[in-house]
């Protein structure tokens, strides 16, 4: 198996260029299906998830052509199958949008229903009531989601729990839906919005989108379109932290620096400078860090996916940190390595109490997730001596070229296949 053997301690310096947004990414290839012209999706990021949510589309008969690393092209024209087998949605959890994608357009569809996940139970209640409220008929069978509608009609709809991904599967199923659909207490990040430009550059009509109250006139019909898909804040916040952790000055390039406020707010707040310009943020980290506390919430509060980057970064900060994570009740779990670093941090419900130390020790770490994997490799990079971290395909999931990124920023850093390997790393790094 392949892992990332990291040699610590060198401050991260120089440019980073920040891909499309992973999460904009899936739910803008689903709703690419629902029209019969061709689509051009332009800035799609090269991540394991976009990838597998592209194979799940082709196994029902969407035609994609790569036309690039970063830009596809899909027809959905001869579609051959609504049901989406249980293969992908184990793999990515995403590839349930093709739910609301395919009822929208084909009126019915078939789904596996996605399992728990190792960041904790999430429920799908809320997609269900909103495609219920449409008029669709909804009944889970065999580990399958069966929807399936004669017509759908817009109607209005109060989410009970803000939800990215109940947001958007209900504005897909509402553009084609008959007359107005209206969301309340819908999500508003940033890939969201992105969904919605979308979907109106195929000509159906979003209005509020970024907001808690998105309106949505359904259209018949569909077309054409060439989208190019926003900067990933998710990535550039992985790099904002790792410039904190690891002491550095780190530029990130191509990036929307609005959606970086609750991350900026929080680096300055800890002893860094931000400097913001159109479409770059540079940090530097060189006074000490000192605590705070950070609560994670839907946006714009402060993203739960750069919860684990922000508590590693804190574990090197002086005094007492809170982080309360208030989305995903399993989020902590790679607080075990950190402490195996030298970490002192204690976890209590949804709370982790931290208390800074002056340095993280290299260790052989496994990654439990996608955030905490990233996070666990920054914490490996501001450590003193050699770490390795295993299971990267979870990292793989969500950060495009990860450690040759790292790398152009002065990482040492590299994957390994066999302990030969890592013995040849640590000759060639010294
Ligand atoms: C999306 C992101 C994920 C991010 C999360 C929160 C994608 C592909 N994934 O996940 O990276 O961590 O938003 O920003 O975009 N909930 C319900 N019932 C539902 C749906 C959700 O109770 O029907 C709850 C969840 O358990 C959770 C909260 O709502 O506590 C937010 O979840 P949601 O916004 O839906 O997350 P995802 O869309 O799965």
Same mark, same amino acid.
């Given at each position: 198996?392949?892992?990332?053997?990291?040699?610590?301690?060198?401050?991260?310096?120089?440019?980073?260029?920040?891909?499309?947004?992973?999460?904009?990414?899936?739910?803008?290839?689903?709703?690419?299906?629902?029209?019969?012209?061709?689509?051009?999706?332009?800035?799609?990021?090269?991540?394991?998830?976009?990838?597998?949510?592209?194979?799940?589309?082709?196994?029902?008969?969407?035609?994609?052509?790569?036309?690039?690393?970063?830009?596809?092209?899909?027809?959905?024209?001869?579609?051959?199958?609504?049901?989406?087998?249980?293969?992908?949605?184990?793999?990515?959890?995403?590839?349930?949008?093709?739910?609301?994608?395919?009822?929208?357009?084909?009126?019915?569809?078939?789904?596996?229903?996605?399992?728990?996940?190792?960041?904790?139970?999430?429920?799908?209640?809320?997609?269900?009531?909103?495609?219920?409220?449409?008029?669709?008929?909804?009944?889970?069978?065999?580990?399958?989601?069966?929807?399936?509608?004669?017509?759908?009609?817009?109607?209005?709809?109060?989410?009970?729990?803000?939800?990215?991904?109940?947001?958007?599967?209900?504005?897909?199923?509402?553009?084609?839906?008959?007359?107005?659909?209206?969301?309340?207490?819908?999500?508003?990040?940033?890939?969201?919005?992105?969904?919605?430009?979308?979907?109106?550059?195929?000509?159906?009509?979003?209005?509020?989108?970024?907001?808690?109250?998105?309106?949505?006139?359904?259209?018949?019909?569909?077309?054409?379109?060439?989208?190019?898909?926003? =900067? *990933?804040?998710?990535?550039?916040?992985?790099?904002?932290? @790792? !410039?904190? +952790?690891?002491? /550095?000055?780190? #530029? %990130?390039?191509?990036?929307?620096?609005?959606?970086?406020?609750?991350?900026?707010?929080?680096?300055?707040?800890?002893?860094?400078?931000?400097?913001?310009?159109?479409?770059?943020?540079?940090?530097?980290?060189?006074?000490?860090?000192?605590?705070?506390?950070?609560?994670?919430?839907?946006?714009?509060?402060?993203?739960?996916?750069?919860?684990?980057?922000?508590?590693?970064?804190?574990?090197?900060?002086?005094?007492?940190?809170?982080?309360?994570?208030?989305?995903?009740?399993?989020?902590?779990?790679?607080?075990?390595?950190?402490?195996?670093?030298?970490?002192?941090?204690?976890?209590?419900?949804?709370?982790?109490?931290?208390?800074?130390?002056?340095?993280?020790?290299?260790?052989?770490?496994?990654? =439990? *997730?996608?955030?905490?994997?990233?996070?666990?490799?920054? @914490? !490996?990079? +501001?450590?003193? /001596?050699?770490? #390795? %971290?295993?299971?990267?395909?979870?990292?793989?999931?969500?950060?495009?070229?990860?450690?040759?990124?790292?790398?152009?920023?002065?990482?040492?850093?590299?994957?390994?296949?066999?302990?030969?390997?890592?013995?040849?790393?640590?000759?060639?790094?010294?």
């Amino acid at each position: 198996m392949e892992q990332y053997a990291i040699k610590g301690g060198t401050p991260l310096v120089g440019e980073v260029e920040i891909g499309g947004a992973k999460n904009a990414a899936l739910a803008i290839l689903a709703a690419a299906i629902m029209t019969d012209e061709t689509v051009t999706i332009d800035n799609l990021p090269d991540v394991r998830d976009t990838n597998v949510l592209i194979q799940a589309m082709e196994s029902i008969g969407v035609i994609v052509e790569r036309i690039g690393r970063h830009s596809v092209k899909i027809n959905a024209a001869n579609v051959n199958s609504l049901v989406v087998e249980d293969d992908y949605i184990k793999k990515i959890r995403a590839s349930y949008y093709l739910l609301g994608a395919l009822l929208g357009k084909y009126k019915r569809a078939e789904v596996a229903l996605p399992g728990g996940c190792n960041i904790g139970s999430r429920p799908i209640d809320q997609h269900i009531k909103g495609f219920r409220a449409l008029g669709a008929d909804v009944r889970i069978e065999h580990g399958l989601i069966i929807t399936e509608a004669e017509k759908l009609k817009g109607n209005h709809i109060y989410l009970d729990v803000v939800s990215v991904g109940a947001t958007i599967n209900i504005m897909m199923a509402a553009a084609m839906a008959e007359g107005q659909t209206i969301i309340e207490n819908a999500a508003k990040e940033p890939h969201v919005v992105d969904l919605a430009n979308f979907l109106n550059s195929m000509g159906c009509n979003v209005k509020g989108a970024g907001t808690d109250v998105i309106r949505i006139k359904g259209v018949p019909r569909l077309h054409a379109t060439e989208y190019t898909i926003i =900067p *990933d804040q998710i990535e550039a916040g992985t790099f904002m932290f @790792a !410039a904190a +952790a690891t002491k /550095g000055d780190v #530029t %990130v390039k191509n990036v929307i620096p609005k959606h970086l406020e609750s991350l900026t707010a929080k680096l300055i707040e800890i002893g860094c400078e931000v400097e913001e310009s159109d479409d770059a943020v540079r940090v530097v980290a060189t006074k000490k860090l000192t605590h705070t506390h950070v609560k994670t919430l839907a946006y714009p509060g402060f993203p739960t996916d750069m919860q684990p980057q922000i508590t590693v970064v804190l574990g090197l900060a002086e005094g007492t940190s809170i982080v309360t994570e208030s989305i995903f009740e399993n989020r902590f779990k790679y607080v075990d390595e950190l402490t195996r670093m030298g970490g002192n941090v204690k976890v209590e419900g949804n709370t982790a109490i931290i208390d800074g130390v002056a340095k993280y020790t290299g260790a052989s770490l496994t990654a =439990p *997730d996608l955030r905490a994997g990233a996070a666990l490799v920054i @914490a !490996a990079l +501001a450590a003193e /001596g050699f770490s #390795t %971290v295993d299971e990267i395909q979870y990292i793989g999931r969500g950060y495009e070229d990860f450690h040759l990124k790292l790398r152009e920023l002065g990482a040492q850093i590299d994957k390994v296949k066999t302990e030969r390997d890592f013995q040849k790393f640590k000759l060639k790094v010294g």
